[in-house]
């Protein structure tokens, strides 16, 4: 029976990689009931809501989705529909895996880390205020139960998966309730787990050792401004935007979306690198259990690479079409 998934294709660069991904998934015979919901600037544009209520139900009921990135106005106006996709269905675990990829030469070797990044609160609640007329408030939140649960999901991760050491990351030494409050969820969480070693880092710090220590690291846990900023950190590390997946889990919904943006300015250039939402969409496979076609695109993928076909961001001149077009001709 075919998967439904529902499917936002997203504003910018975002419908050019959604087609990119459909003709891969499809050559690799797997079958799915895409299920076309919206978001985005587009409803903003077409006068309804960033993310129609009708999206959201949809989600919730189908349960799995793909999400191209979308654009999120600045200034004052819409909020996010990225942060509002993820409040409301609730999908509290950002989870973003690093790893050296065959056929992309970086100087960080070996790099094989997963990041957890908690999705629901912080600096994102988006509750700003004039405090005076010069003074401007952005209110960080951070409970003990959202903290807990973000922890649980990280350490629960590397005893499935054969991980030996998950750190927690914060700034403590100065946001001494906030994230002090995230550190005493990490500690409490971690003695339930004696088998996998844990300790915890201060950001900063975290950041320098990131790239100086690589391969001392296996999952790191954070609220969600540090998971934000060290996601896109280590996505620089295995190659840039354009190959860095990403995974948004709560209890009953999982939304898989690249780390990146829309970036705007390559839109309709068929330019910019599709790796980056095929490699969430292979999440979204395992989270279907549609094992073997993940290893049939990964290897698809390898060998694409291999043979020096590349966007513009890894050096090369394929086409966002080319490459998914190259990608496919290479499935078994
Ligand atoms: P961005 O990630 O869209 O782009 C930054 C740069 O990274 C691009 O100019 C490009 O050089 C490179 N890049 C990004 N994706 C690439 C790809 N697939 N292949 C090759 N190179 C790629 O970040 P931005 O310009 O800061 O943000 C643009 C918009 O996207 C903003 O509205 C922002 O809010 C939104 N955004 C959305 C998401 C999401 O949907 N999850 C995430 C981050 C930013």
């Given at each position: 029976?075919?998967?439904?998934?529902c499917?936002?294709?997203?504003?910018?660069?975002?419908?050019?990689?959604?087609?990119?991904v459909?003709?891969?998934?499809?050559?690799?015979?797997?079958?799915?009931?895409?299920?076309d919901?919206?978001?985005?600037?587009?409803?903003?544009?077409?006068?309804?809501?960033?993310?129609?209520?009708?999206?959201?139900?949809?989600?919730?009921e189908?349960?799995?989705?793909?999400?191209?990135?979308?654009?999120?106005?600045?200034?004052?106006?819409?909020?996010?529909?990225?942060?509002?996709?993820?409040?409301?269905?609730d999908?509290?675990?950002?989870?973003?895996?690093?790893r050296?990829?065959?056929?992309?030469?970086?100087?960080?070797?070996?790099?094989?880390?997963?990041?957890?990044r908690e999705?629901?609160?912080d600096?994102?609640?988006?509750?700003?205020?004039?405090?005076?007329?010069h003074?401007?408030h952005?209110?960080?939140?951070?409970?003990?139960?959202?903290?807990?649960?973000?922890?649980?999901?990280?350490?629960e991760?590397?005893?499935?998966?054969?991980?030996?050491?998950?750190?927690?990351?914060?700034?403590?030494?100065?946001?001494?309730?906030?994230?002090?409050?995230?550190l005493?969820?990490?500690?409490?969480?971690a003695?339930?787990?004696?088998?996998i070693?844990s300790?915890?880092n201060?950001?900063?710090?975290?950041?320098?050792?990131?790239?100086?220590?690589w391969?001392?690291?296996?999952?790191?846990?954070m609220?969600?401004?540090?998971?934000?900023?060290?996601?896109?950190?280590?996505?620089?590390?295995m190659?840039?935007?354009?190959?860095a997946?990403?995974?948004?889990?709560?209890?009953?919904c999982a939304?898989?979306?690249?780390?990146?943006?829309?970036?705007?300015?390559?839109?309709?250039?068929?330019?910019?690198?599709?790796?980056a939402?095929?490699?969430?969409?292979?999440?979204?496979?395992?989270?279907?259990?549609?094992?073997?076609?993940?290893?049939?695109?990964?290897?698809?993928?390898?060998?694409t690479?291999?043979?020096?076909?590349?966007?513009?961001?890894l050096?090369?001149?394929?086409?966002?079409?080319?490459?998914s077009?190259?990608?496919?001709?290479?499935?078994?």
């Amino acid at each position: 029976m075919a998967h439904k998934v529902c499917l936002i294709r997203g504003d910018g660069v975002g419908p050019e990689l959604v087609a990119g991904v459909e003709v891969i998934l499809k050559a690799a015979k797997v079958d799915i009931d895409w299920i076309d919901v919206e978001a985005g600037l587009k409803c903003v544009e077409a006068g309804k809501p960033i993310v129609p209520e009708e999206t959201v139900a949809k989600i919730k009921e189908i349960g799995v989705g793909l999400k191209a990135p979308m654009t999120t106005p600045i200034g004052k106006g819409s909020v996010s529909p990225n942060v509002t996709l993820r409040k409301k269905l609730d999908l509290y675990a950002c989870v973003r895996p690093v790893r050296s990829l065959p056929g992309i030469k970086t100087p960080f070797d070996g790099l094989d880390i997963v990041i957890f990044r908690e999705n629901t609160e912080d600096l994102y609640t988006q509750i700003e205020y004039m405090a005076t007329e010069h003074v401007a408030h952005s209110v960080k939140i951070i409970s003990d139960s959202a903290s807990e649960q973000i922890c649980q999901a990280a350490f629960e991760y590397a005893r499935a998966n054969g991980r030996k050491k998950v750190v927690g990351v914060h700034k403590a030494n100065i946001m001494k309730i906030g994230d002090g409050m995230f550190l005493r969820s990490f500690k409490k969480v971690a003695a339930d787990y004696p088998d996998i070693e844990s300790w915890d880092n201060i950001v900063d710090n975290q950041c320098m050792q990131l790239v100086t220590k690589w391969k001392l690291y296996d999952v790191l846990v954070m609220p969600n401004l540090y998971g934000d900023i060290l996601s896109d950190l280590a996505a620089g590390m295995m190659g840039g935007l354009g190959v860095a997946p990403g995974a948004n889990y709560g209890k009953k919904c999982a939304l898989f979306e690249a780390v990146h943006g829309s970036a705007p300015k390559y839109t309709g250039m068929d330019k910019v690198n599709p790796m980056a939402l095929l490699l969430s969409a292979t999440l979204m496979l395992d989270h279907l259990g549609e094992h073997a076609a993940r290893v049939n695109i990964e290897g698809a993928l390898e060998a694409t690479l291999n043979k020096g076909i590349k966007t513009y961001d890894l050096g090369g001149t394929a086409t966002t079409s080319g490459f998914s077009a190259a990608v496919a001709s290479e499935l078994k």
